[in-house]
């Protein structure tokens, strides 16, 4: 499982993930939970994903959106939690820490 390039698209208030790819060689792939928190533990946005019997993955700019009344914080540091689990309920899980919004370089 790999999360590449997780990040926080203030102008647009939502969480991104460049790529987003999961394998299970049996083809017995069921769902993917995509989970943020805040710094404080906050659940912040969630998406599942349902594909039922797929071996495979990719989700290319995966967008997900805060829950409704959060607003997405350029001063806040969010944590991304992706799990997938197969038909036999067996799940893998990839956590991924310190999202922020990107700084502007120094010219």
């Known amino acids: 499982m790999t999360c590449d390039d997780p990040r926080v698209d203030l102008t647009n208030r939502r969480f991104v993930i460049g790529e987003l790819r999961i394998e299970d060689p049996t083809g017995d792939l069921a769902t993917i939970e995509i989970g943020i928190e805040d710094s404080r533990g906050n659940e912040v ?3 599942t994903i349902d594909l039922r019997g797929e071996s495979e993955y990719v989700g290319r700019q995966e967008i997900v959106l805060p829950k409704s009344r959060v607003y997405v914080r350029e001063d806040e540091t969010y ?20 999202i922020q919004v990107p700084r502007p370089s120094a010219a």
Do not use: E, Q
């Open 45 to 47: 946005a969630h998406k």
């Open 79 to 98: 944590s991304v939690t992706i799990n997938a689990t197969d038909g036999r309920n067996h799940t893998d899980r990839l956590d991924r820490t310190g």
